[in-house]
Nanobody, 117 residues
Framework: QVQLMESGGGLVQPGGSLRLSCAAS????????MGWYRQAPGKERELVAR???????NYADSVRGRFTISRDNAKNTGYLQMNSLKPEDKAVYYC???????????WGQGTLVTVST
């Protein structure tokens, strides 16, 4: 079956950087769009960034200019490079892939990002 696995979360100081990875298995990764979402305690899950199968990105206003979404289709992996991190970026980050053949959504298990001194 199709599965996604996030990695790369952790503790970082304000102004620091992290790179999240999302490894896909069991699907034709290269033809499917994917995105990153996050959920902070007491808040609803929100879109962070998305990328088309052709590599065209889109960002939430809160992260534009600081985060970069990318994908390496040969490695079946998507990435989220996070720079200039702020305390308000603390959340569980999830990757999502849409299977275009069926329009089904597949979610990873999430990885925790903590921004604190």
């Amino acid at each position: 079956q199709v599965q996604l696995m996030e990695s790369g979360g952790g503790l970082v100081q304000p102004g620091g950087s992290l790179r999240l990875s999302c490894a896909a298995s069991g699907s034709i990764f290269r033809i499917n769009p994917m995105g990153w979402y996050r959920q902070a305690p007491g808040k609803e899950r929100e879109l962070v960034a998305r990328i088309t199968s052709g590599g065209i990105p889109n960002y939430a206003d809160s992260v534009r200019g600081r985060f970069t979404i990318s994908r390496d289709n040969a490695k079946n992996t998507g990435y989220l490079q996070m720079n200039s991190l702020k305390p308000e970026d603390k959340a569980v980050y999830y990757c999502k892939m849409t299977l275009i053949a069926t329009n089904l959504e597949v979610w990873g298990q999430g990885t925790l990002v903590t921004v604190s001194t």
